[in-house]
């Protein structure tokens, strides 16, 4: 049973991106299922730190921001919005180059809050970062 509001396009998922970090840092979604949803992000000179290996900021750029996208897509956008309240990343396998592949799954949803587990995974599907994000679920003011 799907978890989604409304059945969700990618492309108009993606168009959200423009203008934002995650147009910055290439950052993309790829697909979404019944209950998750997956991107994915370059590792290169946009995300590296200086030892050439994807920053973990980025990671969590990219777990925070599968998560969030989730959760919007999970509420009714004309009466709530949801924001990060939390992230938490621990780092497994540093990645050199390639691709970063993310899929972010709710754990929990409630009236106010909902949680999600993201994992990063490299080319080899080997993970390389594990992440719980908490999100606000907040009513509009009109």
Same mark, same amino acid.
């Given at each position: 049973?799907?978890?989604? @509001?409304?059945?969700?396009? /990618? ?10 970090? /995650?147009?910055? #840092? ?19 000179? +946009?995300? @590296?730190?200086? @030892?050439? /290996? ?7 750029? =990219?777990?925070?921001? #599968? ?5 919007? =897509? ?17 780092? /497994? +396998? ?25 994992? #990063? ?22």
């Amino acid at each position: 049973m799907s978890i989604w @509001f409304s059945p969700p396009e /990618l492309s108009v998922i993606n168009s959200w991106n423009k203008g934002t970090m /995650l147009e910055h #840092l290439g950052i993309e979604i790829t697909e979404v299922g019944e209950d998750y949803i997956e991107g994915t992000m370059p590792a290169d000179n +946009r995300t @590296f730190q200086p @030892f050439k /290996l994807v920053h973990g900021g980025a990671n969590v750029v =990219l777990a925070e921001s #599968l998560g969030s996208i989730g959760a919007q =897509l999970t509420i009714d956008p004309a009466q709530y919005y949801c924001v990060g309240q939390e992230v938490n990343a621990n780092h /497994l +396998r540093g990645v050199r180059q390639g691709t970063v592949r993310g899929r972010a799954e709710q754990v929990y949803k409630g009236k106010t809050s909902q949680v999600w587990e993201i994992k #990063l995974y490299d080319q080899r599907n080997k993970m390389t970062c594990i992440s719980r994000l908490t999100v606000a679920v907040v009513k509009v003011v009109k």
